[in-house]
């Protein structure tokens, strides 16, 4: 059963999890600005886990930001939860770089103007943010990624899950590919890639 005590352990043998007035399960990312709209979404069991609630509380301000900016008015909680087995689950790509729910997106390009399908990948599992607690949640990812990667025309793209048990605190190196999407015209399969170093706010 999740506990709302700030004072549980914090040692690694704990994660935690935030949820919404709604007792939905939510992360960092759940709130998007596309365009001049926020858009909101929750989950009926956690599709993240975080190592600490210092990681947690990064994730809770920038959700609270986002929550302001968009007038959206959720409330949300951080919850911990005592981790029984050292063990969770990953989502690698077919170049064992990590993945995760959110990899696969619609936005404008910002010199055309025009919608892009981008993929997403990492070198690093960026301090578990890409972590599952369970291969059942993974599952359930791994199975969204596979549609929307037909959908976005990445037919180059294999994910797996692995089991895995190592946490980093390098900034990860972030490979972008892109498909340009021609308004009212067929997906165009012309390939973009882009590379860059990012720091996260979890």
Request: hydrophobic share 35%; net charge positive.
């Amino acid at each position: 059963m999740l506990n709302t005590n700030r004072n549980v352990n914090e040692e690694t043998n704990t994660r935690y999890y935030i949820m919404d007035e709604s007792s939905q399960f939510v992360h960092a990312d759940s709130i998007k600005k596309i365009g001049e709209e926020y858009t909101y979404t929750s989950y009926p069991r956690p599709e993240r886990a975080y190592p600490s609630m210092d990681a947690a509380q990064k994730a809770l301000d920038n959700l609270k930001l986002h929550n302001k900016c968009g007038n959206l008015n959720h409330v949300f909680t951080i919850k911990s939860e005592p981790i029984t087995k050292p063990t969770c689950f990953v989502i690698k790509d077919q170049n064992n770089r990590f993945v995760d729910a959110n990899c696969i997106f619609l936005l404008p390009n910002d010199d055309s103007k025009q919608l892009e399908w981008w993929l997403t990948s990492f070198s690093t599992e960026i301090n578990s943010i890409l972590r599952y607690p369970t291969k059942e949640y993974a599952q359930i990812v791994l199975e969204k990624l596979n549609k929307l990667k037909d959908i976005a025309g990445f037919t180059d793209a294999k994910f797996h899950i692995e089991e895995f048990t190592k946490c980093s605190n390098t900034p990860a190196k972030m490979s972008i590919q892109t498909i340009l999407v021609p308004k009212g015209k067929k997906m165009a399969h012309r390939q973009l890639y882009r590379e860059t170093v990012r720091e996260f706010i979890y």
